[in-house]
T-cell receptor, first 114, second 114 residues
Framework: AQTVTQSQPEMSVQEAETVTLSCTYD???????LFWYKQPPSRQMILVIR??????QNATENRFSVNFQKAAKSFSLKISDSQLGDAAMYFC???????????FGTGTRLTIIP | DSGVTQTPKHLITATGQRVTLRCSPR?????VYWYQQSLDQGLQFLIQ???????AKGNILERFSAQQFPDLHSELNLSSLELGDSALYFC?????????????FGPGTRLLVL
């Protein structure tokens, strides 16, 4: 069974600094997709970034980028120039081709220190 | 705003009761997913519908059922409610199937069973 592990329950970072959130996954599939979702205090689930496993290039969305290490089954999220609005729970998620259910990690609570 | 709507936003009911949660997907999306977020179980996939047909089942209790209607909106029915059913229930939608499609989440329905 596929599993997603986020080993950092909580992280904190100074405003304007850079922080990296870790995620590892376990799968025997070759065609899969990885996502980072953000859940602010409003509890809305917001897509931050996605990565296709077949793409070697790491995905980037403005201040958010990933470090995708396929062999190591690692998918970390880097947030640059952290802002107060980045404070939220961040969930790493996985899905495969032909099986669309998202499997989530347990989340990392990110605090931004002004 | 993801374009996915869920009603009601909050629901308070008593044990043994039955409730119906409603979801309208983004315009053009054919696939609807239901997820449960609870403190002890985290985010878990319940069930998926695609164009009116059930496509995948996850950790959904027998007391729970769902359907997707011809206009593509979906309803999740929870019956014989127990205290442990208190959770945030998310609906998500995507254009199609295959796993590569990004799922966009609604704001959730917060259920409290007393």
């Amino acid at each position: 069974a596929q599993t997603v592990t986020q080993s950092q329950p909580e992280m904190s970072v100074q405003e304007a600094e850079t922080v990296t959130l870790s995620c590892t996954y376990d799968t025997s599939e070759s065609d899969y997709y990885l996502f980072w979702y953000k859940q602010p205090p409003s509890r809305q689930m917001i897509l931050v970034i996605r990565q296709e496993a077949y793409k070697q290039q790491n995905a980037t969305e403005n201040r958010f980028s990933v470090n995708f290490q396929k062999a190591a089954k690692s998918f970390s999220l880097k947030i640059s120039d952290s802002q107060l609005g980045d404070a939220a729970m961040y969930f790493c998620a996985y899905t495969t081709f032909g099986n669309e259910k998202l499997t989530f990690g347990t989340g990392t609570r990110l605090t931004i220190i002004p | 705003d993801s374009g996915v709507t869920q009603t009601p936003k909050h629901l308070i009911t008593a044990t043994g009761q039955r409730v119906t949660l409603r979801c309208s997907p983004r315009s053009g999306d054919l696939s609807v997913y239901w997820y449960q977020q609870s403190l002890d179980q985290g985010l878990q996939f319940l069930i998926q519908y695609y164009n009116g047909e059930e496509r995948a089942k996850g950790n959904i209790l027998e007391r729970f059922s769902a359907q997707q209607f011809p206009d593509l909106h979906s309803e999740l029915n929870l019956s014989s409610l127990e205290l442990g059913d208190s959770a945030l229930y998310f609906c998500a939608s995507s254009v199609g199937i295959g796993g590569r499609e990004t799922q966009y989440f609604g704001p959730g329905t917060r259920l409290l069973v007393l």
